[in-house]
């Protein structure tokens, strides 16, 4: 965070704001890191924003320290990604078949034409 001046806050005076418009919101106060984690929460609820951006906007080494915190974030993605291909693939079937099967036996080479 930063002032109007454009350099960093001290860490007290981040929590006097945050306790000043918690008590104007009539909100619980919370700590500056909780802003932090709000933050990244909503881009990855409300934007889908990779675990790349999200790494390198919240200033991470690495993804892995951005998924160790956040990974629990895009569980739902794999719902979302398997609607959207909902339709997507068509699949045909042969007309006919080049198998001989009379039911629950076994396949060997004899039952295969071609072999």
Do not use: C
């Amino acid at each position: 965070m930063f002032s109007y001046d454009g350099l960093p806050m001290i860490k007290s005076t981040i929590a006097r704001i945050i306790e000043r418009y918690s008590k104007l919101a009539g909100v619980r106060k919370i700590q500056a890191k909780g802003l932090r984690h709000s933050h990244a929460s909503y881009l990855i609820n409300e934007f889908n924003v990779s675990v790349l951006v999200l790494s390198q906007r919240m200033g991470h080494s690495s993804p892995d320290i951005t998924l160790k915190h956040y990974a629990h974030m895009w569980s739902g993605a794999d719902t979302a990604i398997a609607d959207a291909m909902t339709g997507n693939i068509e699949i045909k079937t042969a007309e006919r078949t080049k198998l001989k099967f009379n039911g629950n036996q076994a396949l060997n080479k004899s039952n295969v034409r071609g072999f």
